[in-house]
């Protein structure tokens, strides 16, 4: 019998859609996320910056930035409780390191974390996909316009 791997291992993923040379299927396959074409797509290093010692080190899946958007991909081979904490942590980071000293206040960049997730509860298992922004459930006004996570 053959033995099979699946992308749900962060190497694996990595091994198959995240290295230089093979840049034009990851393009291929984030514009498919978008349901666009990506021809400028970067990849950027996955791990991010630490301020303090006492900070959890912080290595993402796949970071990479296209037509004025940086995205996070999280690949999640299972569910667990403190899932939701850990990626959200990540794309907070992702977030606040594009204000830059001198640039002003305003970051004019999108940044998206698509999180793939196997295993979810089983009472989501017929909806497609969840998207969650920053903004305010009594008004609907938007707190931060550029800021969305697609599990």
């Known amino acids: 019998m053959k033995k099979y791997f699946t992308a749900k291992s962060d190497l694996i993923f990595q091994q198959a859609l995240c290295l230089e040379k093979d840049k034009d299927i990851l393009s291929w396959f984030i514009g498919k996320c978008f349901n666009q074409k990506v021809t400028d797509l970067k990849i950027e290093t996955p791990v991010l910056p630490i301020g303090k010692v006492v900070e959890k080190s912080k290595t993402v899946d796949l970071l990479v930035t296209f037509d004025k958007r940086k995205?996070?991909?999280?690949?999640?081979?299972?569910?667990?409780?403190?899932?939701?904490?850990?990626?959200?942590?990540?794309?907070?980071d992702v977030y606040s390191s594009l204000f830059k000293r001198g640039q002003g206040l305003r970051n004019r960049n999108e940044v998206i974390q698509l999180n793939f997730t196997w295993g979810l509860p089983k009472k989501f298992e017929n909806i497609d996909y969840f998207e969650y922004e920053v903004y305010d459930k009594k008004h609907k006004v938007k707190y931060i316009d550029n800021l969305k996570i697609i599990v």
């Open 71 to 92: 995205v996070n991909l999280e690949v999640n081979s299972c569910h667990y409780k403190y899932l939701n904490d850990r990626n959200f942590s990540y794309i907070s």
